[in-house]
């Protein structure tokens, strides 16, 4: 059963069986083509091959040993060759009439272009190539066997993708001047991408990255004000293939280099029983609330969004187990399903792994990995919080109960000691843990790795210890008839050396501050380790006959099976993402090529009239259309490659200064939502999968619970706090309270329930609160201007008054790439000096005075004016100086001041006949399991 057909049974009242829920995953993530006998094997051993390549590649081995040292484009090179062979061998190619019309139109419309631009004389072999791919394309793809056919497109593939690492020496001496042989492998390398991207990733990418490669031969035929010159193939080639400008660039050195180690990091720590783990943890601790088990499943996606970036394979890891529970309770199979997707898909804005991004990031926007966790993780942390509420809110309409508990917990206060007890202890382990490495490094020197992993291995074995203890953790059938919540202690014990790896990545990224490649190589070498050796070590630890494995040796294989699973398991999730950032190459190469980037800021303001809430709306639109075929990392490159320098742009044209980090998370933010939305979300049909719902239904309720998500992004370009930026550690304390009780109201609104079912009055007073405590500087900037205009010839006399440090802001009007004029915003810190003059020059600028104008006459290389987008024959039009102003946060009274009244308004409503919840009560609730 092919992707189509597993989403046509998704939408059956009776759900699917799990070896069709299995074929989904594969079919969209892992490949769904894995044929008996040798042929089946060599697609596994290639898999684990490249999680070796991977794991040399990242590590500090190569240059230990002198041998093995690739640079950068050679490992891409290679990167991209596992993924195309692997796309061809385990992806069977879909023949349904629009996907042939697709796979042969695509090839002979491509093959016109490059014919039509090519020199003299290469008409002939590029016909031929192209009549090649659509013969094999014509002969058919089986998804029980690789015929003869395939086997020829993946070596061919392979052989195109490592051109470029056999010849990297002979090319780097012609870049700019393709020969023959440059044609030949790069126009094959192209199309094989094309048709392994159709097959991996369905149509849209490919067709997408066809228009933009379409576009760079067709410029002079385009619209006048997207139109240029047009290219010859000798430039596409040469840009797209044998330079770093376009397959070979930036999204695929990123995957090369940081986003495999972070996946297969994922995969391993999923077999070696960490995702089971996290659930059980998350049921043991939750499961007994109102709505207990669609909380559990809210917390446990969170935990394994922690580790995996793909929101399919999150929402059948914990939706086998959670919706069937959320379905005893209470939740009806389409809510139960969104609640899962919508949990699930969140897991990829969760630092520290956030699928790709993140490592894009870091790349486009230019700063440190952590600084992208910084300002990431308060967003995530609230919009998951508010979606736990918002499970509680539906529990309370539906009057439903949680699981039963299989103990009596003890009183209140008792807990609420032990719970402070717990949280004291392991603040001070995490003192000494800090403090204590920071005096071994310097202490011992050299030795400190050893040191340090002897140190890790002793916490390993202590919580095995601990473990061992413990009844080992299965997987409960959600279906039995009874079902009963694990005790939270012996569970939580039970893994808690699952946490290690955990710590000794974010150790690794956040406080040793190490590259992300080499902190994923560290993170997965533990974890290797742990693999191999806690089977063995447990059985030594709870003795043979508790363990029920007799032998050692049983033990050991069973050890060495895990990890062969998890590194096949993590090559076979990453051919996806490899294919999917070689082929958004070509379109960020095409704009850059084309210079396409600057035309579309042109369009962009013109329909949106120059108004920076439309350019979101329309950039939120497009990445919707663009993510309901599109991957969400190829999403996020395309149109952050184009729209993300056009928000910057008119942000200072409209007055606000938007830093590039919280555009490219916006971008980001709405690539998600793609997989949630009807009618194309295959996380939500996924879940419809498992829950027997119709899926469409799925996406929609999915839709409303995600939009906190949608609020968010929003909410962080005009108030730039939420994503931690220039604020101190107290500030961000009080702006995750503040900004968590505002989504919290948020939600409460949309979800139409506070206390008690919400008229349209209280809804709308809510929403308006949120606003308020979200963004109080908008009603505190009409209470009193937050600046104080000046005129031009004032320059000067300004800055001299201007409080050293302070925000510093200029009118500027000039032209801007292309020659039209415009006007923006820029601003800088005011420097020190004794004088305006000297501040002047200390900001590295030089201008001339003509009355009551002032045009800007140099601006030094590399001075702050400069960086911030000042340039000669510029006129300053205007000088703003922060003004006194109170405290935006007094805006925060009247807030809560309504919010009293709300409060008040449904407290009334409640009757005393429903508990004062006024929730309806569940007729049936579920009964604990008698003893016994």
Not at 27 to 46: F, H, K, Q, Y
Not at 169 to 193: H, K, N, T, Y
Not at 583 to 602: E, F, K, P, R, Y
Request: glycine letters at 10%; proline letters at 6%.
């Amino acid at each position: 059963m092919d992707a189509a057909a597993v989403e046509n049974a998704a939408s059956g009242a009776g759900g699917l069986s799990q070896a069709e829920i299995d074929e989904l995953v594969a079919s969209s993530d892992t490949g769904a083509r894995t044929p008996p006998g040798w042929v089946g094997r060599l697609i596994l051993i290639v898999a684990f091959c490249w999680s070796l390549f991977q794991i040399w590649i990242a590590s500090p081995l190569p240059f230990m040993v002198n041998w093995g040292i690739l640079n950068d484009t050679e490992t891409r090179s290679i990167h991209l060759a596992f993924a195309m062979f692997l796309a061809y061998l385990a992806y069977p190619a879909e023949r349904s009439p629009v996907q042939m019309v697709l796979a042969i139109g695509v090839p002979v419309f491509l093959a016109l272009l490059f014919i039509n631009g090519a020199p003299p004389g290469n008409a002939w072999w590029i016909g031929l190539v192209a009549a090649m791919l659509v013969g094999a394309i014509l002969l058919g793809s089986p998804k029980s066997r690789i015929p003869p056919w395939e086997w020829v497109l993946a070596i061919a593939s392979v052989g195109a993708a490592l051109y470029i690492y056999i010849f990297y020496r002979e090319i780097s001496g012609r870049v700019g001047a393709p020969i023959r042989q440059d044609f030949v492998f790069a126009v094959i390398g192209l199309l094989l991408l094309l048709e392994a991207t159709r097959r991996s990733l369905g149509p849209a990418l490919m067709i997408v990255a066809t228009v933009f490669l379409a576009y760079s031969f067709l410029g002079p035929y385009m619209p006048d004000i997207i139109a240029h010159k047009g290219n010859s193939l000798s430039e596409v080639v040469n840009h797209q293939w044998i330079t770093t400008e376009g397959v070979f660039g930036i999204a695929l050195g990123v995957s090369t280099s940081f986003v495999f180690l972070f996946v297969l990091f994922g995969a391993l720590l999923d077999k070696a029983g960490a995702g089971n783990y996290f659930i059980q943890v998350a049921f043991s601790l939750m499961g007994h609330m109102r709505g207990g088990p669609a909380k559990a499943a809210v917390v446990s996606s969170a935990m394994t969004g922690l580790i995996s970036g793909s929101s399919i394979a999150n929402v059948v890891t914990t939706g086998t187990f959670t919706i069937p529970l959320m379905k005893r309770v209470g939740f009806s199979a389409e809510r139960a399903g969104a609640v899962e997707v919508a949990s699930s898909v969140n897991g990829q804005i969760m630092p520290p792994v956030m699928g790709a991004a993140a490592f894009l990031m870091v790349e486009y926007v230019g700063i440190p990995y952590f600084d992208v966790v910084k300002h990431a993780v308060l967003p995530a942390s609230i919009s998951y919080i508010a979606l736990v509420y918002i499970v509680h809110l539906e529990a309370m309409k539906a009057g439903m109960e949680g699981l039963p508990r299989a103990y009596v917990p003890g009183p209140w206060m008792r807990r609420l000691v032990g719970f402070v007890f717990g949280v004291l202890v392991l603040s001070a382990l995490s003192m000494l843990v800090y403090y204590g490495m920071g005096w071994v490094r310097p202490t011992v020197g050299g030795a400190a790795g050893y040191v340090i992993f002897a140190a890790l291995t002793a916490a390993y074995i202590g919580l095995m210890w601990v473990g061992s203890r413990e009844i080992p953790l299965r997987i409960d059938d959600p279906n039995a008839e009874i079902t009963e919540l694990p005790l939270p202690g012996p569970t939580v014990r039970s893994g808690l050396h699952y946490i290690l790896p955990v710590v000794v990545l974010v150790w690794a990224l956040m406080i040793d501050r190490l590259s992300p490649g080499l902190s994923a190589f560290w993170a997965t070498a533990f974890m290797i380790f742990i693999l191999l050796t806690q089977r063995p070590l447990m059985l030594m630890l709870r003795g043979q006959d508790q363990m029920g494995e007799r032998r050692m040796g049983a033990a050991l294989r069973g050890g060495v099976n895990d990890l062969v699973d998890g590194m096949i398991s993590g090559a076979r999730n990453m051919i996806g993402i490899g294919i999917a950032t070689a082929t958004a190459g070509i379109i960020v190469g095409a704009v850059s090529q084309t210079g396409v980037g600057s035309a579309l800021a042109d369009v962009v303001e013109v329909l949106s009239g120059g108004n920076l809430l439309a350019i979101l709306l329309l950039t939120a639109v497009l990445s919707l259309i663009l993510g309901m075929g599109l991957p969400t990392t190829a999403n996020y490159i395309v149109v952050s490659a184009l729209l993300a320098p056009v928000i910057v742009t008119l942000g200072q044209q409209n007055g606000l200064l938007v830093p590039l980090i919280a555009v490219h998370l916006f971008v980001f933010y709405f690539g998600i939502m793609a997989d949630v939305t009807p009618p194309v979300g295959l996380a939500s049909f996924a879940a419809a999968a498992v829950s027997g719902g119709d899926p469409i239904k799925t996406g929609v309720v999915a839709f409303f619970y995600s939009l906190r998500t949608a609020a968010l992004p929003f909410l962080f370009i005009f108030n730039t706090d939420l994503l931690l930026i220039d604020v101190t550690w107290l500030q961000g304390i009080f702006v995750f309270i503040t900004a968590t009780i505002a989504m919290l109201l948020f939600a409460a609104a949309t979800q139409g329930w506070f206390l008690t079912r919400s008229n349209i009055l209280e809804s709308a007073l809510l929403l308006l609160i949120a606003f308020s405590i979200f963004r109080p500087g908008f009603w505190m900037d009409m209470v009193a201007p937050p600046w104080d205009d000046r005129p031009p010839a004032e320059l000067v006399q300004a800055l001299a008054e201007a409080p050293v440090g302070e925000p510093f802001r200029l009118e500027v009007a000039g032209l801007n790439d292309i020659g039209n004029p415009v006007t923006f915003r820029v601003q800088m810190p005011v420097p020190e000096g004794a004088t305006g003059e000297e501040r002047l020059q200390a900001l590295g600028v030089d201008v001339i005075q003509n009355g009551a104008e002032v045009v800007i006459d140099n601006v030094a290389f590399d001075s702050p004016a400069q960086k911030a987008g000042l340039d000669w024959d510029q006129t300053v039009t205007l000088v703003r100086l922060p003004a006194e102003t109170p405290s935006k946060y007094w805006m925060f009274i009247p807030a809560f001041l309504l919010l009293a009244v709300v409060v008040w308004l449904q407290r009334r409503r409640i009757g005393p006949e429903d508990g004062g919840t006024g929730a309806v009560r569940d007729p049936a609730p579920i009964q604990p399991r008698a003893a016994g």
